[in-house]
């Protein structure tokens, strides 16, 4: 079928729906919140980590070598 033949038929046949989604749309914006939420949270479950075993870091700069003495 040629470009002119599908445009013709198209504006003939009027206005249908091509492909209907899934859940309503507002869903899909929930669902990215939620995402995206879980996801910092998991982020801000990683703060302060290199604080929570000082003394093991400061055994093994002892032990190896401070990298800092520059």
Do not use: C, W
């Not at 470009?3 to 249908?16: D, M, N, Q, R, V």
């Not at 939620?34 to 990683?46: D, I, R």
């Amino acid at each position: 079928m040629s470009l002119l033949a599908t445009i013709a038929a198209a504006a003939e046949g009027g206005h249908h729906i091509v492909n209907e989604l899934p859940f309503p749309a507002p869903l899909f914006g929930v669902i990215a919140l939620v995402g995206f939420t879980t996801l910092a949270a998991v982020t801000f479950s990683f703060r302060d980590v290199a604080n929570r075993h000082a003394e093991k870091a400061a055994a093994y700069a002892r032990e190896h070598g401070d990298a800092r003495q520059h």
